[in-house]
């Protein structure tokens, strides 16, 4: 274990130091990411404005999901390089290197690279809970959840992308179908899960469980009611799910794995 | 024109080969327009909708248009012709015998309606068809309401095409200057999507900003003929849409021009 986290440190000074070598290029993309999301936010600003209150919520609760799922989806994408363009490896053959690697090959994805300009995205999250923070009564167990529910849908992302690497295996054509998913999960996370319909809550509660990982830890650490009627405890919980649900994607991973047949080019 | 033809023609049926892609852009798309219809709804219901500049049925078709016609919005740069910037392979595009602008433009007609083809369609059935069987009537794409809104949101689309097709081509131009074109992209990137209504749909925005955002050109690749096909602007307005499209559509291309012009005044070709 202490080996395997010797060994990623060296595989991310290895990915940073090659990222700063483009250091404008850096730059640019990470204040790019930045604005765009910041941008998008201005226009939750702007629906406030117009209506008021979404079902009850107000705009700073609702920053705290946001910020949340912007800075988890931040660090996933940071972390996830090796699996978001694991089909181009599977299509060019040089999968097979990886096999022959003494290491496990999710181990050796995940150290593919840490993607600096990710940092965009996560400024704004971090800015966006600065925003929310007024709004919440803080105690320790509070601000331990956030950091609990933050890592655990990181997770829960990173879970995804494993999925969507997975499926390479079988095509590598339709891996759009996944960012409904990613691209999607965030999205959809910016809100209360409480104003989707039910059975869309039940998709991204239990098949995919970004909206469980951000939604009820959320509540709980605005200490309110859930208007779905879900016990108190049930924010404490839901962080279990993301590392749970990474630990299955593997499982199905490592099936997937198992029946590749290399491309021979 | 000939050549011109021939190279849309050719770019057309090469984008055509990815089907498979495009149905799974097509799932994204569903999905994407799901999420948003349910969170104005949830809006709309927050407060009072009578108060609102557009009901709330406008809005569901607003943004199914939007899921249909993505492709159309220039808000990305031809990832192709970055590759060729940045191997030296441009080069070849300077030698052969036709306008180069003329030869990148016909590039983006191609790269701006051939997914079109294949998304909006799908999409369309989905939302004005599938929506309404599953139940979800209330989030359909709705008819135009009059022969005249639909034929006026058909005259502003082919305007919108060729607006869309200028600015895709003057972005893809900035390429040339490769070192400030990230910077530059990105600040294209979030004009486009707040200015045309993709990132939230104008007229929710607040007055002041739809009062700026109305005269520039990335309203009117999105936003103006999407209000002509719901109505909220009436078919009479039809003039003054396609005057401010074609009027942005002639500028972009000199502008375009002239930027091109420069460019190959003091391009250096990169690799040997």
Redesign the interface.
């Known amino acids: 274990m202490i080996d395997a986290l010797r060994l990623y440190a060296h595989y991310v000074r290895a990915s940073v130091r090659g990222q700063l070598q483009y250091r404008?290029?850096f730059v640019?993309?990470a204040?790019?990411t930045f604005?765009?999301t910041m941008?998008?936010s201005v226009?939750v600003w702007?629906?406030f404005?117009?209506?008021?209150?979404?079902?009850?919520w107000t705009l700073p609760e609702v920053a705290l999901c946001y910020g949340m799922v912007s800075i988890s989806w931040a660090l996933c994408d940071a972390l996830s390089r090796g699996f978001d363009h694991f089909a181009e490896l599977v299509g060019s053959g040089d999968f097979d290197r990886l096999l022959l690697r003494p290491r496990p090959i999710a181990f050796q994805l995940l150290a593919q690279e840490l993607t600096l300009r990710r940092i965009g995205r996560l400024v704004q999250g971090v800015l966006l809970l600065g925003y929310a923070a007024g709004a919440i009564d803080w105690t320790v167990p509070r601000a331990l959840l956030l950091v609990a529910a933050i890592a655990s849908s990181a997770c829960a992302f990173l879970g995804i992308l494993v999925l969507q690497a997975t499926s390479a295996f079988w095509?590598i054509?339709?891996?759009?179908?996944w960012?409904?998913f990613t691209?999607?999960g965030v999205?959809?996370s910016q809100?209360p899960l409480a104003?989707?319909?039910s059975w869309?809550r039940a998709l991204f509660t239990f098949a995919i469980p970004i909206g469980c990982t951000i939604y009820f830890p959320a509540v709980a650490i605005l200490g309110r009611a859930d208007p779905l009627g879900t016990p108190a405890i049930t924010g404490w919980l839901a962080p279990l799910a993301g590392p749970a649900y990474l630990a299955l994607c593997l499982q199905i991973w490592t099936l997937g794995v198992r029946r590749y047949r290399s491309t021979g080019s | 024109m000939t050549p011109y033809l021939a190279i849309i023609g050719a770019r057309f049926r090469m984008l055509l080969q990815y089907r498979v892609a495009a149905l799974a852009g097509v799932w994204t798309q569903v999905f994407f327009g799901l999420v948003l219809v349910m969170v104005y709804e949830a809006f709309y219901r927050s407060a009072r909708a009578s108060a609102q500049p557009i009901a709330f049925a406008q809005l569901a078709s607003y943004v199914w248009l939007g899921q249909a016609l993505f492709a159309m919005v220039p808000w990305n740069v031809d990832s192709e012709l970055r590759a060729m910037v940045k191997t030296g392979a441009v080069a070849y595009e300077l030698c052969r015998p036709v306008d180069l602008y003329g030869l990148w433009f016909a590039r983006a007609v191609a790269q701006r309606t051939a997914p079109l083809v294949m998304r909006a369609l799908p999409l369309a059935v989905f939302a004005a068809v599938i929506l309404p069987a599953l139940g979800l009537s209330g989030w359909r794409l709705t008819a135009p309401p009059s022969l005249a809104a639909g034929a006026a949101f058909a005259a502003a689309l082919v305007c919108a095409v060729a607006l869309a097709c200028a600015m895709s081509t003057l972005i893809n131009i900035v390429l040339l200057w490769t070192i400030a074109a990230d910077g530059v992209v990105i600040l294209w990137t979030t004009a486009v999507s707040l200015g045309s209504g993709l990132t939230i749909p104008l007229p929710l925005l607040p007055d002041g900003a739809q009062a700026v955002l109305r005269w520039l050109p990335f309203a009117g690749v999105f936003d103006l003929p999407f209000r002509l096909y719901t109505g909220a602007l009436p078919a009479g307005a039809l003039a003054s849409v396609l005057a401010r499209q074609l009027g942005w559509t002639v500028a972009l291309v000199l502008l375009g021009r002239r930027l091109l012009a420069r460019g190959l005044r003091r391009i250096v070709v990169q690799g040997g």
């Open positions: 404008a290029s640019m993309s204040i790019g604005v765009i941008t998008e226009a702007a629906l404005e117009r209506f008021g209150q979404l079902r009850g095509t054509n339709a891996l759009e179908v960012n409904a691209y999607g999205t959809m809100y104003i989707y319909r869309f």
